[in-house]
């Protein structure tokens, strides 16, 4: 064995070691249910999405549904199904293209430096000195407000959140003695980054993604309450909050329940990462005492 190998850090698994809290369980049986509700939706949903069920609009709790009627007079229960397919869809897709692009480009500045890592890092800032909101509504009422502009632009925009922490994983890994053990076996920026950065930042990456998809989904409601996310007769829990908030004068909970929903996704997201970033930090803890 060559003297470069001992300089190897050994990876273990992210998950290797976690142990459930009651809080994990409790938000990870909430995700749970929603997931279900998403995948078995128009199994379980008694009616359509943009069926009117009723002609009195936003009819209470237990006449002419189960979750009574919107403004429409169409089912809130099945709307509220339908709509945490679109919603849960939708900020998984912006998630996911943030990270390929904050991901890819984080990491490539950390790696290469130099003037890449200058001109990426400046227009990054750039983009991140308007705020998010307000850049989403310029480019999705200049472009229109289909679904792919919606996902292209919230993508894109959560996109340099995710740039700022891969790159600061990327330095931070970069200069550690396994990273330069690696260069000096001649191996190529490609096999580092695979090989060694990027196994080695899964954990910060991880729980920084579920932020990001928390906040995709918030980003994605409000888009939606503004008329600009999802648009009707496609069932989305911001989208209904928007519709509905005049029965609020009226008595009916049809604005109420979907925020609801919304609340109880976002907060049990935010109680996994915490637990998760928890046990990690325990972990690192116990691995210093170690040595």
Known sequence: MSDATEFAKPRASVFAGLRLTRTAIFAGGILLFWLVLALFGPWIAPHGEADII?????????????????????????????????????????????????????????????????????????FMAFPSTLLALVVIGAFGTSITVLVLTVGLVLSTSVFRVSRALGYDIGVMDFVEAARARGEGTWWILTREILPNSMAPLIAEFGLRFTFSILFLSGLSFLGLGVQEPAADWGLMV??????????????????ACIASLTVSMNLLVDWFQQRQQGETVLEKIDQ
């Open 242 to 259: 928007q519709e509905n908030v005049g029965g609020l004068f009226l008595g009916s909970s049809a604005a109420l329940i979907p925020a």
């Open 54 to 126: 009723s002609t009195k609009t936003f009819a209470p709790i237990g006449e002419g549904g189960w979750l009574g009627t919107d403004k429409l007079g169409r089912d809130v229960f099945s709307r509220l199904i339908y709509g945490v397919r679109t919603t849960l869809l939708l900020a998984l897709v912006t998630t996911v293209i943030s990270f390929t692009f904050g991901v890819t480009l984080g990491f490539a500045a950390a790696i290469l430096k130099g003037w890449f890592d200058i001109v990426v890092s400046r227009i990054v800032e750039a």
